[in-house]
Each structure stands twice: as structure tokens, then as C-alpha cells.
């Protein structure tokens, strides 16, 4: 296992952003907390990535069922396929951790890299729209979104009916300036289970 600076270079700059703000009080919340440890798990020397990544699954188990929970509770119409992506990204990140436990951090790295790039597309379109709808039934109102630093282009509106499904043709061609790669690819980054 290598203890050099890790952070791929390939990686674009990684931190919160108001971009990521849904004007759901808890999903914001917990949103930074993901951006925050995802930020330290790309920064990380090797040697601090196994607390780093238990802290991140911690956050993440938690952070998925009160979405879930909260999908399943108001009857939330995308609830299936946003709650599968969920459980894809877990399991790959509890797979990258046993990885890194028998002394291999490349999943973790990989796992890392896709993880930056998933997120904001994941919070724009699937995210977003639970936040909607949460708002709308709570209070019968889309939520009200200040965004400091943000120009209107750097924000592309949710689409209202076009969750993420992986491997899907939405998955492959997501729209302007968004990638989204398909969670059940990352385990090709490490060795066959
Ligand atoms: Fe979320
Ligand atoms: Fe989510």
C-alpha cells in the first residue's frame, strides 16, 4: 500500500458549492457532510484512509435510509429507482473497504474519483426532486433556493421525470456538462470478489 499524497490529478476540484443546495434543510445539511468527507477521503495519505471511509460509510448508511425512509413514507412516485441507487453505491463502497482492509486502496481510489463525479448529478436529479416533493407536501410550495456564487448556467434545473436508472440511455447520455457513470462499473476498478 502506498503512503504518498493521493489526491488524482484527474479528479476535478472537489467542495461544497450552494450549486448542491436543494432548500431542504436536513438533505443540505447532510449533503455538506458527504462533501466534506468525500473531500478528505480524495486528500487522504493512505494511512488515514480506513477511518476516513468507515466515517464515510457511517455518514452514508445514515444519509441513504433517512432519504429512503422519508421516499417510502410520502409515497414518492421515483421512490424505486433512486433507492437502488442508493444500495449500488453502498455496496460498492463496502466492497472498496474490504478491499482496503486486505491492504489493496485502489477500489477506495476509484470509489473515491467516481464518487466526485456522481454526487452532484445524483443531488441535481434525483435528490432534487425528492426535495420538491417533500417541500410541496410539507408545505405546499417548491422550496425557496438562495444560491451565493452561483450564476444561473451553473446550475442545470432538475428534470422533473428523468431519474437515473444505471446502464440506462439516460444513464449514457445525461445531458449537457453531466456525467454520469453507472455504480455497478466501479467494482471494475478492483479484483473479482
Ligand atoms: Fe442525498
Ligand atoms: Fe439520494
Known sequence: MRNTPSTNPDDPPFHWS???LL???AMDVTHREFVDLVAALSRAEDGRLAGLL???IAHTEEHF????RWMVQSAFPATDCHRD???????????????LAQGDATLC??????????FPAHVEQL?????????????????????RGVTRSAFVAPRSHAPYRPGSAEAASPGPGITLPN???WHGAGEPE
Open 18 to 20: 450552494d450549486a448542491l
Open 23 to 25: 432548500g431542504h434543510g
Open 54 to 56: 468507515d466515517a464515510f
Open 65 to 68: 435510509s433517512a432519504e429512503d
Open 85 to 99: 441507487e442508493h444500495a449500488a453505491v453502498l455496496a460498492t463502497v463496502h466492497t472498496a473497504r474490504r478491499k
Open 109 to 118: 481510489r476509484r470509489v473515491v474519483s467516481e464518487l466526485i463525479r456522481w
Open 127 to 147: 435528490d432534487s426532486a425528492l426535495a420538491q416533493w417533500l417541500c410541496k407536501r410539507q408545505h405546499a410550495a417548491v422550496p425557496l433556493v438562495l444560491r
Open 183 to 185: 455504480p455497478g462499473d
